[in-house]
């Protein structure tokens, strides 16, 4: 990249101003308890149609970072983590803000997000460049492949049981199949409504999922409690802090590389994975758990780490790992750009203009962490009703403004029906938003690889790329039922022998 | 009954309704080897099949609580449970009843009408401050979206009275 294309990237489009709008809606709306990252990326999403590309992709990915670090405001000021990652921050960040370190705690956090965003940004270039030289050799095959694995890789991997992994994946190629056939343009599904001819956008799917079910959810929820502003005036780290932090963020920010690119994880595991190992190889582990600084750096570096290295297999592969990707992916597709390798190849400006916003994101949060904290204060002490209901009219406003259609709204209420009936079975929503994103993709291609065979099944196998993506995958599913049945033994066991001992 | 049970029942009967709804599709001139019905029969067969081994191993846990006794306290989460989503679907119904009289009141009375609702359904009580900041903030929503993002929002059916 020359300097002029770096001038022009700063100066003449709107990158830079929406990665600034990106973390700074991030941190408030992640400074809300039970506003995760996924769902204040997904209010934005309606905002973004008339957006240009690369800015609303920007904006989306920096709103995943603020919110990443916005989640720690409430966990060290209140204890109630703004997002499920900062929940491994609240174990020393509170015990530190009840020690009159509250603004010493914030920083900490701050500079450690500030770490784990760049070490992940480095990570996310190096990573995702080298695939963009197999993209070419994509067949049909290949992309139907690459569809299966993704989705037995988050069947599997989301949630706690590997059946209602693959219910939620099948439940959203469902969806995906509703409206016109992608070959004979045969209607499916639509029951006589012209509004569903061209099929449910996933928007609505995730906006209905993430953002409508929490706000039923949050009808029977308590209020939080409201946050000191005196305390939080965010404190630079002193040297010795900093000599001490140094060993538990490059933890953070290898255990941040490692969950981020496994799709599955996510920021949550791992910073309870990156506090533990920071607690295992401290000289003071006494003090974890009463206000230890290394116990909020790891944690931090953590899942902001996560919240760049969790785009590499999203970028390259098409498969979101995490909630909040999934909703990014969800904005790509309103751009009508489809992740995975030939991103690289037709769009490579706007991978090229994404890394750039995700740099300028980095140097946001400093900014925008220390001036937003007043006002994030000041929304968590707003009460909850107040902002539940706003949140509710920018839910309802922003997808009627989609196409202006009150049907839209229907449909994202019932998905927002969906969502809480699929939280109270315990089904994940990552595959079923992953089945209804690649649902097109992977009926599409497998049609389409068919017909260019002419209806030979081998071609699947015979294309090196399709045949070792489609081993992997069954290698995931088989894996993960081996898994699942050693659960089942082992719980057997350990009950036969309390009931042993009972008798 | 456990949740597994419930969800793996629901789940097998709307398989059952998609693969007959599916297998309905009709037949095109067009069509390739897989038809507009292949892959939609196919899921229809996969999700009963995960359905069932959901109800299976449901069964295996119902079984296993009952040997343990765990009867009484799953009695009473099961009326919390009812209660939370009683709440839940009440939220629901608010933003229904916004759909249905938007049309007739305009996008500003109906987005403060909503806030007021949602507020009130959630504090579960009626707050000195809640009508102006209702009105403030349908102010501020008409700005943004009707205003800044010119989003034809429906204006009801104020215009024929003025």
């Not at chain 1, 190849?345 to 140097?363: C, E, K, M, T």
């Not at chain 2, 398989?15 to 038809?35: F, Q």
Request: aromatic share 10%; net charge neutral.
């Amino acid at each position: 990249m020359d300097f002029q294309t770096l001038w022009d990237m700063t100066f003449t489009t709107p990158l830079v101003p929406a990665a600034i709008l990106g973390v700074a809606w991030g941190i408030v709306g992640g400074a809300l308890p039970g506003i995760s990252p996924s769902i204040t990326m997904a209010l934005l999403l309606p905002f973004t149609y008339g957006m240009h590309s690369s800015s609303a992709v920007v904006l989306l990915a920096s709103t995943y970072f603020g919110a990443e670090y916005g989640g720690s405001i409430p966990a060290i000021l209140i204890r109630t983590p703004g997002t499920n990652a900062a929940a491994a921050t609240v174990i020393d960040g509170y015990a530190m803000k009840q020690q009159g370190k509250a603004g010493e705690a914030l920083g900490i956090s701050l500079y450690s997000g500030v770490i784990g965003g760049t070490f992940g940004l480095i990570m996310l270039v190096l990573l995702t460049e080298p695939l963009s030289r197999i993209a070419l050799a994509f067949k049909p095959s290949s992309y139907f492949a690459l569809g299966m694995l993704g989705l037995s890789v988050i069947g599997s991997l989301a949630g706690e049981s590997l059946i209602k992994g693959l219910i939620a994946a099948v439940l959203g190629l469902m969806i995906a199949a509703i409206g016109t056939d992608p070959v004979t343009g045969l209607n499916r599904f639509t029951f006589g409504s012209p509004e569903l001819l061209s099929g449910i956008a996933p928007i609505l799917v995730l906006v209905g999922l993430y953002a409508v079910s929490e706000l039923m959810t949050s009808a029977s929820e308590p209020p939080w409690e409201k946050a000191d502003a005196g305390t939080a005036r965010l404190k630079f780290p002193s040297p010795a802090t900093w000599k001490r932090i140094w060993p538990a963020q490059a933890i953070g920010a290898v255990v941040g590389l490692i969950e981020g690119c496994t799709p599955g994880a996510g920021g949550t595991v791992a910073a309870f994975l990156s506090y533990n190992e920071a607690r295992r190889w401290s000289r003071r582990k006494e003090e974890f758990g009463h206000g230890s600084p290394e116990g909020i750096a790891a944690p931090e570096t953590a899942n902001t780490a996560v919240s760049k290295t969790a785009l590499i297999p999203m970028l390259s592969l098409g498969i979101p790992g995490t909630n909040s990707t999934a909703v990014l992916l969800g904005g790509f597709l309103i751009q009508n750009l489809i992740p995975g390798p030939m991103l690289f190849v037709q769009h490579a400006d706007i991978v090229r203009d994404l890394y750039f916003g995700l740099g300028v994101s980095i140097v946001a949060l400093i900014l925008v962490g220390y001036l937003f904290m007043p006002p994030c204060i000041w929304m968590v002490n707003r009460p909850k009703s107040y902002l539940m209901a706003f949140i509710f009219a920018l839910v309802v406003s922003g997808v009627y403004a989609i196409e202006t259609s009150l049907f839209q709204v229907g449909i994202v209420l019932a998905f927002g029906g969906l969502g809480y009936a699929m939280r109270y079975f315990r089904l994940p929503f990552l595959p079923m938003v992953l089945g209804v994103v690649l649902g097109f993709l992977v009926e599409s291609n497998f049609r389409r690889a068919l017909v260019l065979s002419d209806g030979d099944y081998m071609t699947f196998l015979r294309d090196p790329i399709s045949a070792g993506l489609l081993g992997v995958a069954f290698l995931f599913l088989a894996g993960s039922l081996l898994r699942h049945v050693g659960e089942l033994r082992r719980h057997g066991r350990t009950r036969q022998k309390s009931e042993q001992e009972k008798a | 009954m456990n949740r597994d049970i419930v969800c793996g029942c629901g789940t097998f009967v709307f398989a059952v309704a998609y693969y007959l709804t599916a297998a309905a599709i009709p037949e095109s001139m067009l069509a390739d080897a897989v038809g507009p019905q292949g892959l939609p029969e196919a899921y229809g067969i996969t999700l009963a099949i995960l359905s069932l081994l959901l109800v299976g191993s449901g069964l295996m846990k119902w079984r296993k609580e009952h040997a343990d006794g765990a009867d009484a306290p799953q009695a009473k989460s099961g009326r919390r449970d009812w209660e939370d989503a009683r709440r839940a679907f009440g939220m629901l119904a608010l933003g229904a009843g916004y759909v249905v009289i938007l049309p007739w009141a305009g996008y500003v009375v109906s987005i403060a009408l909503l806030i007021v609702a949602v507020a009130w359904y959630q504090e579960r009580a009626f707050m000195r401050w809640l009508v102006p900041t209702a009105i403030a903030g349908a102010l501020g929503f008409w700005v943004i979206f009707v205003e800044v993002l010119e989003i034809a929002e429906p204006a009801g059916l104020w215009p024929h009275f003025i």
